[in-house]
C-alpha cells in the first residue's frame, strides 16, 4: 500500500500534468470567457457566479477578486456570488426546492448584458443547470466552467457563452484547475481594463 508521503508526491505530480496537459484547449476560452466579462463590465454590467460546495467557493472567490482586487490596485468590479445569502438560499429551497436556488436570483438580478458564470465539476448540477436556463431566457451570456465531458450543461451552449471543461475524471483535480482558470480570467480582466502595472 502506499504511504502518505508517496500520496502527496502523487498528487502534485498529477495536478501538474493535468495542468499542462489542458494549456492548449483551455487557453484560448478563457481568453474568450474574460473578453467576454469585460465587455459586460465596461457597458455597465455585472458577472454573477454560482456552483455547489467547492465549487461555490470558487463562485465567493472570483467574485471577491472582482469586487475588491486581484493582483494590482484598481477600481472595485461588479460581481455577486450567488451562493452566500443565507437566507435568500434557505427561503428560495424551503419555499419552492433546491433547484431554484440559483434561478430565482438570476431571473431577479440578472440584465441582458450581465455574464453568468456557471461552474460545476460534473456539468450536472441540477440548480447550476436551471441557473442556465434562466441566464438564457434573460439574455445572460453563460460562462460555463465544467469538468469530465462537460455534463449536460456542454449541451446546453449557444454561441453568445463560453464552456471551458477541464478533461478528468477526478473532481479533486478538476476543481485544482478551475482555480487556476479563475486566476488567469482575473488577471486578464485587469490586464485588459487597466493594462500592466
Not at 440548480?127 to 453563460?142: L, M, P, Q, T, Y
Request: glycine share 8%.
Amino acid at each position: 500500500m502506499m504511504d502518505i508521503l508517496d500520496r502527496i508526491v502523487q498528487h502534485f505530480h498529477d495536478s501538474a500534468e493535468l495542468k499542462l496537459q489542458c494549456v492548449e484547449s483551455l487557453a484560448a476560452p478563457l481568453q474568450l470567457a474574460a473578453e467576454k466579462m469585460v465587455h459586460a463590465l465596461v457597458n455597465e454590467g455585472k458577472i454573477m457566479a454560482c456552483g455547489n460546495g467547492g465549487s461555490a467557493a470558487d463562485a465567493q472567490h472570483f467574485a471577491a477578486e472582482l469586487l475588491n482586487r486581484f493582483e494590482m490596485e484598481r477600481p472595485g468590479l461588479a460581481a455577486v456570488a450567488l451562493t452566500t445569502d443565507s437566507s435568500t438560499l434557505t427561503s428560495i429551497a424551503n419555499d419552492y426546492d433546491y433547484v431554484q436556488v440559483f434561478s430565482k436570483q438570476v431571473r431577479a438580478l440578472g440584465q441582458a448584458g450581465d455574464v453568468l458564470l456557471a461552474i460545476s465539476t460534473s456539468g450536472n448540477s441540477p440548480n447550476v443547470v436551471e441557473a442556465v436556463d434562466a441566464a438564457h431566457d434573460r439574455g445572460i451570456s453563460v460562462v460555463a466552467l465544467t469538468g469530465r465531458d462537460g455534463g449536460k450543461m456542454a449541451g446546453m451552449m449557444t454561441g453568445d457563452d463560453v464552456h471551458v471543461c477541464v478533461p478528468s475524471p477526478v473532481t479533486a483535480r478538476i476543481q485544482e484547475v478551475h482555480l487556476l482558470c479563475l486566476h488567469c480570467m482575473c488577471d486578464a480582466i485587469d490586464q485588459k481594463l487597466f493594462g500592466a502595472q
